[in-house]
C-alpha cells in the first residue's frame, strides 16, 4: 500500500456526549483510579513486537558503520573493524559530485510542494464537501473513491505517454503533479471537517459578511488543524518514499529523489570496473530515513493532542 | 575510484552552458548560413568543423570510464560540452531509451548499448547508420567479433567499446588446497566440481541461478545458432538445436546435482563467495579483472584465468557481453555525436578505458607488447591479458541475437529459470523459453518459426 | 449530529436551504478535481482508449476492439498472478490486521511499560521506503551470508525464504513489517476517541478487561478496521514494489508475472506491449474496486 489513509473517524455511541469533564475522568486517570497494574506478560509480548520490527533497521545502523570490504566479511548484526560512520557518511556525501546532496534537495523539493499541495488541496476538498450541498457532489465523491482501486501501473503508462507528449517527462513536474492528489487526506478531512467545523461558526460569519474563502482561511483551517497536520504526515511520508513513479518518469539522475538514486547506486555493482558501492547504499538508505522519522516524531506531538481535542469536544 | 571530473555541479555548468549556447547561435545564426551540427550525414572534415562551433551532447552510459573521456574530450574540443548521464545500468537503461524512442523525445544523442541489445535497437530504426559519416572504413580497426557484432543488415550501428571472450577463472588457492587441477574439457571441470563440493561442502565450482546472457553465450561456445534473421522480420528460433542441446546436456549435470552455488551473480552474497573462496570459478568474459580488481580486493592473488574448456578438447569460444555506442536519431547534433564517438572507441578515449580496467576491441590495443606483457598483480602477476588476447581467435563466427533479445532475456527466468529452481533437465527449460520468445514475436508482428 | 439552539441572531438550520442550485462548493473541490482530472481520470481514460488497440512492433497500431480482453481472460499467466495476489490477500492481511489490533489493544489498555516507545517502534517501518526495506530484509534472507543462513548452521535447519515455496510468504513478511505500525495507529486512533463515559459504565457494571474489549472497543473499531481492510486488499491486488525489488536475489522464484501489476510492468516496460499492459491493468481496477465496495457494503451494513 502507498496511499495515505483517514483516522477512523469518530465512533457512533449511544450516549450524547457531555460538556468536558474534569481532570478525574480523563482516561488515564480512570484507569489508575481501577488500580490496573502494568502487566509484565504483556511488555513482554510486546517487545518481542518491537524486536521484530527494529531488527532490520538495527541491521542497518550497524552495517553503516562498516568499510565496504568489512561488509563482506563479516556478521551482520554486530560490529566490525574499523568504525567508518563518519567516513561513510563523507563518502555518501561527496560521491559523484555530491550527487547524494542533490538528490535529497531533489526529494525535499517534492515533499514540500507535493505533501504540502497535497494537504491544500485535501483540505480545501474535503471542506467543500463536508460544508457545501452543491451539485454533482455525489458523483464527485463516487468517482475519487473509485479512482483510489486503480492498480499505480495502468496509470503509469498512460500517464508517461501523457507527460511525454507535454514535455513533462524528466522534469519535477512529473512527480509533483500526481503526489498533489490524495484521496484518502480528501476523505480523511472530509470527515474531520463534518464534526470539527460546526456549521454555526460559518453561518455567523457569513451574517457578518465574510466571504467563503476568508472563513476558510481565517476559522475553518484553525478548527482542521488536527486532522491537517495527520494529512500532513501521511503525505510526506509518501512522497518521500515515492518510488515508481519517479522511477518511469525520469531517465536522468538530476531529478531523482532519493529513492530512486540508491536503486541505481545498488544496481552499479554490475558494471565493468565498476565499484560496488554497497557501504554508501547502505549509508545513504540510513541517511535517508532519519529526516523521515524525526518528521514523524516532530510532528506526533501535534497529530496527538489532535485526537485528544477530538474526543473531549462538545 | 571515482576521478574527479569537475567541481562545479553538471547543473549548474550546462544552464550556463546552454545560456551563452543560445546567445551565441542567435548571433552566428544572423551572420552565417546554418552550421554543420544539425547535419544528418559528414566525412571528417564536416565532423572537426562541427567540433570546433558550440554545441553540447547527451551521452547516456554506465561504464566508469566514459566520465573521463568526456572531459578530456571538452579539454581538446573546448567548445563542445558532453554531459555524461548514467539512466541506469544495462537493461534499466534500455527501458528508458525504448520509451525515449517511443515518444519521439528525451533520448540522448549517444548511448551505450551491449551487443546482445543492439539488434533490437538497430532493426527499430531508432540508431543512425554510422556509415553515413564513414566509420564503415573503421572495420580493420576492431576485432571481427565485435564488428559483426555491430553491423547488421550491411549497416553499422554502433562503434564497439570493449569485447568479452569468455575465459575461465579460477581461484588458484582453493584449487590447490584440494589438488584439483585446471580442467580443459567440460567433463573435467564436471569431475572438479564434484571433488570440490565432496571436499568441501560450502564450496561449489561456480555459481549460477540461471543467467540468459551467460546461457546465449554458453551455447554459442557449443556451436549452436539458435537465433537467425532474414528480411529483418523472418526470425527462427531453435534453442534444441545441436549446440543447444550440447551445452544443456552437459551444465545439468550441475544443476540437476546442487553442484552449483544458488546465489545470484552480481550481489553482495556473490562478492563474498568470491573473496572466501566458496564460488571458485567464473566462466565469463575478458573484462572481468576489473571487476575482481575493485569489488573483491580481499582476494588479490587468489585468482588466475585459464581459456575456457571446451567439450572436447580444443579451444573454442564465445564472447559474453561487452558492448558499444550509438548515436540515436533523434540527437540534433549528430555531426558533434560522431566526433566524440570516434574519439572515444577508436581513438584517446580507447586509453583510457583500458587504463580503467576494460578490454578492448580495437586490434591495435589487443596486439601492443605493452597490453600484452602486463602482469597483472591480482592474478599473481600472471600476464592474463596474453591469455584472453590469445582466447579471441578461437570465438566461433557468425552467431547473431534477436531483434527482441531484450524482451527475450527478460523472460529467461521465468522459463529456464523454472528447470534451475525445479533441478530437472536444462532441455525443458529451453524449450519452455523458445515457446514464449516465439509467442512474443508473432504477437510483436514478426513472422516466427513459420 | 449537531442540535443547534439558535443563538441571538436567528439563523436557520442549515439543512433548510434554499432551492436553487449553490455552486459555491466548487470552489473549494474545483482545484482538486483539475489536477484530479489531470492525473487520474485523463490518464485512465488513455488506458482504455489503448486497450482497445495493438501496436506491434512491426506492423504499426490497429484498432483491435475486445481482443485484448479476450486474450487476457484466456491468459495463464496472468491468472496465476491474480490467484497468486488473492492467496496473499486471504493470508497476509487478515494475519497482518490482527497484530495490529492486538498492538492497539495493548497500547490502549494503559497496562504496558512505556507504550509510548511501542507506539513509535512499531509504527517506524512505515517511514521507511520499499527499497531500504527490502534491502534490510534481502540481507536478512540470505543463506549463505544473511541473518537466516547464521540462524540455520545454528539450528541445523536448511530453510530457504527465497526458494519458490517460501518467497511469497517472504515478501509477506516485508509487507506486513511495513504496514502493520500503520495499521495499528490506525486501529489506535479510533480507540482514543471512544467516549469516556461508556468505561464509566462498564465499570460501574463490573466488567472485566475482555468484556470491555468485546463490547465496547471492538464496536468502535468497525469504521477502522472496515478502512483498515479496505486499503489491504487494495494493497495487496496492486503489490509491486517489494516482489520487483526482490526480483534481481530470486530470479527464479519471483517471475516477470509474480503480481498482476508485476505482469503489466513488465509488458509495457520490456515486453513494449503498451496495450496489453493496459487491458491488464484495467481488468485488475475493476475488479479491486467490486472488492473493495463489497467489503464496504458488507462492513456498514453489519454496523446498522
Known sequence: MTTTTTDAGTAAPQTPRRAPRDSRYTRKNMHLGMHKKKSVLLTVIMALFVIYSLLPLFWLLVSSTKTQTELLSSFGLWFSGPFALFDNIAATLTYDDGVFVRWFLNTLLYVVVGAGGATFLAALGGYGLAKF???????????????????????????????????????????????????????????????????????????????????????SLKLLAPGLVTVLLFTVVATWNNYFLPLIMLSEPTWYPLTVGLNQWNAQATTVGGDPIYNLVITGSLLTIIPIIVAFLFLQRFWQSGLAAGSVKA | MKTAHSSRGRFGRSAAV????????????????????????????????????????????????????AASFEKEYPNVTVNVVNAGTGNDQYIKLQNAIKAGSGAPDVAQIEYYA?????????????????FDALEDKYTASTWGSVTLDGGVYALPQDSGPMALFYNKTVFDKWGIAVPTTWDEYIAAAQQLHAADPNAYITNDTGDAGFTTSMIWQAGGQPYTTTAQTNVTVDLQDEGSRKFADTWSQLTENDLVSPISSWSDEWYRGLADGTIATLAIGAWMPGNLTSGVPDAAGDWRVAKLPSYDGTPVNAENGGGGDAILKQSKNKLVAAGFLQYMN??????????????????????????????????????????????????VPGWSYLPFQVYSNSIFNDTVGQSYAEKSDLNTGLQSWQDATVQYGNEQGFTVNK | MTTVSPPATGLVAPKRQKQKLDWTGWKFIGPFMIVFALVLIAPVVYSIWLSLF????????????????????????????????????????????????????????????????????????????????????GFIYGTQ????????????????????????????????????????????????????????????????????????????????????????????????????????????????????????????????????????????????????????????????
Open chain 2, 346 to 395: 577508436e581513438g584517446e578515449g580507447t586509453q583510457i578505458s583500458l587504463a580503467a580496467g576494460g578490454f578492448p576491441s580495437t586490434v591495435s590495443d589487443l596486439e601492443s607488447d605493452e597490453f600484452l606483457n602486463a602482469e597483472d598483480p591480482y592474478f599473481g602477476g600472471q600476464k592474463v591479458n596474453e591469455l584472453l588476447a590469445s582466447s579471441i581467435e578461437d570465438v
Open chain 3, 54 to 137: 495493438k501496436d506491434q512492433l512491426v506492423g504499426g497500431n490497429q484498432f483491435v476492439g475486445l481482443d485484448n480482453y479476450i486474450t487476457a481472460l484466456g491468459d495463464g499467466r496472468f491468472w496465476e498472478s491474480l490467484g497468486r495476489v488473492t492467496i496473499f490477500l486471504l493470508v497476509q492481511v487478515p494475519i497482518m490486521l490482527l497484530f495490529a489490533l492486538a498492538a492497539a489493544l495493548a497500547l490502549d489498555s494503559a497496562r504496558l511499560h512505556a507504550s509510548a516507545f511501542f507506539r513509535i517502534s512499531i509504527f517506524l517501518p512505515y517511514a521507511v521506503p520499499a527499497v531500504v526495506a527490502t534491502l534490510m530484509w
Open chain 2, 18 to 69: 546552454i545560456g551563452t549556447g543560445i546567445a551565441l547561435s542567435i548571433g552566428l545564426a544572423a551572420c552565417a548560413p546554418a552550421a554543420g551540427g544539425g547535419a544528418e550525414t559528414g566525412n571528417a572534415d564536416d565532423i572537426a568543423a562541427a567540433l570546433e562551433e558550440k554545441s553540447e551532447i547527451t551521452v547516456w552510459a554506465w561504464a566508469p570510464a566514459v566520465e573521463e573521456i
Open chain 2, 118 to 134: 543492439l539488434p533490437q535497437f538497430g532493426l527499430s530504426d531508432a540508431l543512425v547508420d554510422l556509415s553515413d559519416f564513414g
Open chain 1, 133 to 219: 450541498n452543491f451539485p454533482g457532489k455525489k458523483a464527485v465523491f463516487a468517482v475519487v473513491i473509485g479512482a483510489v482501486a486503480i492498480p499505480g501501473t495502468a496509470l503509469a503508462v498512460p500517464t508517461f505517454l501523457m507527460f511525454s507528449q507535454m514535455g513533462l517527462t524528466n522534469t519535477p513536474w512529473a512527480i509533483i503533479l500526481p503526489s498533489l492528489i490524495s484521496p484518502f487526506g480528501l476523505y480523511l478531512i472530509w470527515t474531520y471537517a463534518l464534526d470539527a467545523v460546526p456549521t454555526e461558526v460559518l453561518e455567523a460569519a457569513r451574517m457578518d459578511g465574510a466571504g467563503e474563502f476568508r472563513t476558510f482561511f481565517t476559522i
Open chain 3, 145 to 304: 551470508f544473511g541473518l537466516i543462513g547464521s540462524l540455520n548452521d545454528f539450528v541445523g535447519t536448511a530453510f530457504a525464504p527465497l526458494s519458490s515455496s517460501w518467497v511469497l510468504v517472504s515478501v509477506g513478511n516485508i509487507v506486513t513489517w511495513e504496514f502493520v505500525g500503520y495499521n495499528m495507529l490506525l486501529f489506535y486512533a479510533a480507540l482514543r476517541v471512544v467516549p469516556v463515559d461508556l468505561y464509566e459504565a462498564a465499570e460501574l457494571d463490573g466488567a472485566g478487561a475482555f468484556r470491555i474489549i468485546r463490547s465496547i472497543k471492538l464496536p468502535a473499531l468497525r469504521p477502522a478496521i472496515v478502512i483498515g481492510t479496505i486499503f489491504s486488499i487494495i494493497g495487496s491486488f496492486q503489490l509491486f514494489n517489494e516482489p520487483n525489488i526482490l526480483q534481481s536475489l530470486a530470479p527464479n522464484a519471483i517471475s516477470t508475472y509474480f503480481t498482476p501489476n508485476m505482469y503489466a510492468y513488465n509488458l509495457s516496460f520490456s515486453g513494449q506491449q503498451y496495450n496489453y499492459s493496459a487491458t491488464i491493468a484495467i481488468i485488475v481496477g475493476l475488479l479491486t474496486a467490486v472488492i473493495a465496495y463489497a467489503v464496504q457494503l458488507s462492513g456498514s451494513r453489519k454496523e446498522s
